[in-house]
């Protein structure tokens, strides 16, 4: 069948059908037209210090004219970051990006192992890393000679005393920077002293060059790199900044960036599409210290809080946060992993905002899907496609299905990827002849044009035959008011195939198997009850709390 496309009549008013990637011939020129415009205003803070648009032109230049001037790298080389939320990383980011070379995000979590991997992968030729993570860093380069590093302490850019103290209490009090040593190594701020000597030059830089190198699956295998390109970037910050900024004020917003930019996520929402509109990013560099993070909160007023289900529940369920003011909140955004509605419901009925679904992936720079940002209650759905961006259902032999059928989701628009760098097998399993990236998510339409998540396609459990979705379990346990966290997976069963599990964390410590699965009764059809029960303390989750079913498949519990 043809492809429909019912989104367009439901879209918000003054939201366009499609956008004009043309309009900037680089992400630079986005940075350069946000500097002109709001050089005084705030663009990114951490631990109570602020960077002004114009702070960050004048740094990146200089760490740009480092990286030409300095170490003679040539378009296109590689250059992999290796940081938390700090002040050192827009600066950075920016400054690679003006060089017109390729930034590298590494998570600062990885093991020697996995870093190696993506630094042979991706041939980077510097790594900047902060003091924390140095050892993993010596350790990988002492193996790959020829790769310059550059540290920084977390304290480093915020002035006096305050850097220093926070440098002092990481390293002697709080025992979180290891010794380390890196032949060759160079200070950060000594590379931005070193750029002042350097005259910056211009260097042509255009739509096909890659300005990410965004590395996907370390959960389900090797990590590839996919290649997202100044245009996909622009398209994408065009995208979101079309839908939301109806609801916003330009170079009036407080963003809050808890999610790490490293992830796809907030790198393009954060760093991008709010840099765009002159928003004031607050980088929370440890969200997982809870009590710390609602102190953040409460220190400035909030208006765009980007995030993921398992933040929005930590956050609802940390003493103090219900407290806060909420009177300047105007978006909340959920992405990276469904959003269930037991805390969709919880934040609208503390916050008074509602919890708008997102959905994306790495390969689509991420944004795809969206919300009405003026939606008055949770929905369950991902929303509607963004401007420019065609998505369909497909089924197994590649036809496109009808509204309400469940396939495969496919996306085809000018954010999706240009491939995974140097594999071009890979790159042609998910992107198919016709253009379309197969996402491996579960899906249906609904005939406003709405899309709805099912499942993963990999995740779905299959049992006596019927189709079980771990996300609808989840949904269902996670409205017990005893839950705190739950995930669902699927365990061998000798009668039906397959039998769903849940693992949950209590917060309720009375809470009981029979009480969940007598719950579950009462919610969920026969073949889709958990048969087993299994109690943690914590999930396994990955980066920025996204749960990992994969690591929970293990042996059965009897309960």
């Known amino acids: 069948m043809s492809l429909e496309r019912p989104w367009l009549d439901n879209y918000p008013s003054g939201v366009p059908a499609t956008i004009d990637v043309g309009e900037y011939p680089s992400i630079v020129a986005v940075l350069d037209k946000a500097n002109a415009d709001y050089r005084d205003r705030p663009a990114f803070s951490n631990f109570g210090k602020a960077l002004t648009f114009a702070d960050i032109d004048r740094l990146s230049r ?12 040539k378009k296109g080389d590689r250059v992999a970051i290796m940081l938390p939320n700090c002040l050192q990383y827009p600066i950075a980011i920016f400054g690679v990006l003006r060089a017109g070379l390729t930034v590298v995000n590494v998570n600062p979590m990885y093991t020697a192992r996995e870093l190696r991997h993506q630094m042979e992968d991706s041939g980077a030729k510097v790594i900047l890393v902060l003091d924390n993570f140095g050892d993993t860093v010596q350790e990988v380069l002492e193996r790959m000679p020829g790769v310059l590093a550059i540290t920084s302490g ?48 211009e260097v042509a830089i255009g739509h096909d060059d890659i300005a990410f ?21 622009i398209a994408n910050m065009q995208q979101v900044g079309a839908w939301i900024t109806l609801s916003l004020d330009r170079g009036q917003e407080v963003a809050i ?13 954060c760093a991008m599409v709010f840099m765009r509109i002159g928003a004031h990013s607050v980088l929370v560099t440890n969200p997982r210290d809870m009590p710390e993070f609602v ?6 007023p909030f208006s765009i809080l980007p995030g993921v289900n398992t933040l929005f529940n930590g956050l609802l369920n940390t003493p103090g946060f219900g407290q806060l003011d909420f009177s300047h909140l105007k978006v909340t955004l959920g992405g990276g992993m469904a959003v ?11 916050t008074g905002c509602t919890l708008a679904e997102a959905y994306g992936l790495t390969e689509t720079s991420p944004g795809v899907c969206i919300n009405p940002l003026d939606l008055k209650d949770y929905n369950g759905s991902i929303g509607l496609p963004l401007p420019s961006t ?33 594999r071009p097998e890979e790159t042609a399993k998910v992107i ?23 499942d993963r396609k990999k995740d779905m459990i299959l049992v006596s035959g019927f189709n079980v979705y771990p996300n609808e379990i989840e949904d269902v346990v996670a409205m017990m008011p005893g839950v705190l966290e739950v995930a669902a997976i699927g365990v061998p069963d000798d009668k039906s195939g397959e039998a769903v599990k849940v693992f949950i964390v209590r917060k309720d410590p009375a809470l009981t198997a029979e009480q969940v699965k007598a719950f579950c009764r009462e919610n969920l059809t026969g073949y889709k009850l958990p048969k087993f029960v299994e109690f943690r303390d914590a999930l396994p989750k990955s980066n920025v709390g996204k749960i990992l079913r994969k690591e929970l498949r293990g042996p059965v519990a009897s309960t």
């Open 295 to 300: 102190k953040i909160l409460k220190s400035v």
């Open 432 to 454: 198919d002849d016709s253009g379309w990236l197969h996402t491996g998510d579960m899906a249906r339409m609904d005939e406003r044009g709405y899309f709805f998540i099912v």
């Open 257 to 269: 960036a808890a999610l790490p930019l490293y992830h796809i996520f907030s790198l393009t929402a």
């Open 154 to 201: 977390l304290g480093d850019m915020l002035g006096f005393p305050k850097g220093a103290i926070v440098n002092f209490v990481l390293k002697h009090v709080k025992k979180m920077v290891p010794d380390y040593r890196i032949e060759g190594a160079v200070r950060f701020r000594d590379t931005l002293t070193l750029g002042q000597m350097h005259a910056l030059p």
């Open 340 to 350: 269930q509605r037991a805390v969709a419901e919880k934040w609208k009925q503390v």
């Open 213 to 233: 190198l965004q590395y996907t699956g370390g959960t389900t295998g090797v990590a590839k790199g996919a290649m997202l390109t100044h245009a996909n970037m």
């Open 390 to 422: 065609d998505v369909c259902v497909k089924d197994d032999e590649g036809k496109v299905l009808a509204s309400g059928e469940i396939g495969e989701l496919c996306v085809k628009g000018p954010q999706v990827m240009k491939g995974y760098w140097q």
């Open 62 to 73: 200089q760490f740009a004219a480092y990286l030409l001037g300095e170490l003679k790298l």
